[in-house]
């Protein structure tokens, strides 16, 4: 099994740019989440998605939007990509709930000039 | 915002057991206390978690206290390889990370 994997590795945009991350997991996990993290700093959750059909916001929202595809798959989108953007990209998956753990993709590093 | 409070950083002999602990005196009934690291700029990495009992794995011993407001996360021996962040995290459905402790391991 991949795990979870996350595409580009690295991407470098232009401010107002748009760019959609990919996310595929193939544990059957139900629940999908997207994280983002500065440097020194510890993830905060941008979009969670609990099952197939829904999505919900997380701490940092905004500037961004989600798809759940199926259930394997999880986009994130940047619509018009700002400086403060520029981060570590993180998605996750889990079984559900909270008694599963969540398992981490490796991460895209976006940088947006 | 995070529900747990932990040092910001600590250091620990290698082959000594490193002792990491964590305050959460707001947890709920339902929450459950979860370690993860993370080595430099890598996908974090589950530990282990617990919801009212101590747990032990492959890789580490969780101890939470009786009253549920604080546990210790335990690297029986740790190496350089444990070298890392770690984070304590109190989750109900959705997982808030913290700062963590920033864990270093002395030769």
């Known amino acids: 099994n991949a795990g979870v994997t996350q595409t580009p590795k690295f991407q470098v945009l232009k401010t107002g740019q748009s760019m959609t991350l990919q996310c595929a997991q193939d544990?059957?996990?139900?629940?999908m989440y997207w994280y983002r993290q500065d440097p020194g700093m510890g993830l905060r959750l941008i979009y969670y998605?609990?099952?197939?059909?829904?999505?919900d916001k997380g701490e940092v929202p905004n500037g961004y939007n989600v798809s759940r595809l199926n259930k394997r798959e999880f986009s994130l989108r940047l619509e018009s990509a700002a400086p403060s953007q520029t981060s570590v990209y993180f998605c996750?998956?889990?079984?559900?709930?909270?008694?599963?753990?969540?398992?981490f993709g490796p991460g895209t590093r976006l940088t947006v000039t | 915002d995070a529900k747990t409070t932990q040092p910001p950083s600590m250091d620990c002999a290698e082959g000594r057991a490193a002792n990491l602990p964590c305050n959460h005196s707001?947890?709920?009934?339902?929450?459950?206390v979860y370690w993860y690291r993370q080595i430099h700029s890598q996908g974090p990495q589950y530990i282990i978690h617990?919801?009212?009992n101590n747990e032990t794995n492959e890789m580490a011993s969780l101890i939470i206290t009786e009253d549920r407001k604080s546990s210790t996360l335990i690297l029986p021996h740790a190496t350089l390889r444990d070298t890392a962040v770690y984070y304590c995290i109190v989750r109900d459905d959705k997982i808030i990370f913290g700062k963590g402790t920033r864990l270093h391991i002395l030769p």
């Open positions: 998605s609990a099952s197939e059909g829904t999505t």
């Open positions: 617990g919801l009212k």
């Open positions: 544990m059957n996990h139900n629940s």
């Open positions: 996750a998956s889990s079984e559900g709930g909270a008694a599963y753990e969540q398992y």
């Open positions: 707001t947890i709920s009934g339902n929450e459950y």
